[in-house]
T-cell receptor, first 112, second 116 residues
Framework: GEDVEQSLFLSVREGDSSVINCTYTDSSSTYLYWYKQEPGAGLQLLTYIFSNMDMKQDQRLTVLLNKKDKHLSLRIADTQTGDSAIYFCAESFSSNTGKLIFGQGTTLQVKP | DAGVIQSPRHEVTEMGQEVTLRCKPISGHDYLFWYRQTMMRGLELLIYFNNNVPIDDSGMPEDRFSAKMPNASFSTLKIQPSEPRDSAVYFC??????????????FGPGTRLTVL
């Protein structure tokens, strides 16, 4: 069945780069997403990548997609304390039902 | 647009009581999703609707849970009777369509439910 896996926790120092990794199982997913959840709030879309792309860059964010290995990563350059949050990877369900499969979330802790 | 609206934001109730959570999706969105988030189980999809029709309720934990969407602008999630293990944050989300980049789900702020 569909499954999305992430490591649960990452701690970095302010100013360093953060890399959050995700693996997924549905090779026919057309879009893959990164959502951010700040404390006490709902999830908010951070960025997405179309499956025919290898990389997408958006300011401090870089998304890398390795379709062969079904591996997705999110790199945050110059990590700030305001980046502390839970980051969820999600894939679109292959039959375009509207459903997204979410990973369990990676808690990013940024130390000053 | 005000985004997805959920009420109440916090609910504290006693075991055995009925709990009703409410959601107003973004106007024009065809899909509505109910999720539950706990430390132990993470984010779980409970049920989702397309054009007010339930599509997949396989995530609903048991018969004590029910969800309705009487019209395009309102949905409820009901727990009757509630139990302490139902304590969680419940999120409602909506999306424009089921395809492509319009598959982006917009989340509400959540309802934090505590069952004593």
């Amino acid at each position: 069945g569909e499954d999305v896996e992430q490591s649960l926790f990452l701690s970095v120092r302010e100013g360093d780069s953060s890399v959050i990794n995700c693996t997924y199982t549905d090779s026919s997913s057309t879009y893959l997403y990164w959502y951010k959840q700040e404390p006490g709030a709902g999830l908010q879309l951070l960025t997405y990548i179309f499956s025919n792309m290898d990389m997408k860059q958006d300011q401090r964010l870089t998304v890398l997609l390795n379709k062969k290995d079904k591996h997705l990563s999110l790199r945050i350059a110059d990590t700030q304390t305001g980046d502390s949050a839970i980051y969820f990877c999600a894939e679109s369900f292959s039959s375009n039902t509207g459903k997204l499969i979410f990973g369990q979330g990676t808690t990013l802790q940024v130390k000053p | 647009d005000a985004g997805v609206i959920q009420s109440p934001r916090h609910e504290v109730t006693e075991m055995g009581q009925e709990v009703t959570l409410r959601c107003k999706p973004i106007s024009g969105h065809d899909y509505l999703f109910w999720y539950r988030q706990t430390m132990m189980r993470g984010l779980e999809l409970l049920i989702y609707f397309n054009n007010n029709v339930p599509i997949d309720d396989s995530g609903m934990p048991e018969d004590r849970f029910s969800a309705k969407m009487p019209n395009a602008s309102f949905s409820t999630l009901k727990i009757q009777p509630s139990e302490p293990r139902d304590s969680a944050v419940y999120f409602c989300a909506s999306s424009l369509s089921g395809q492509g980049v319009n598959n982006e789900q917009f989340f509400g702020p959540g309802t934090r439910l505590t069952v004593l």
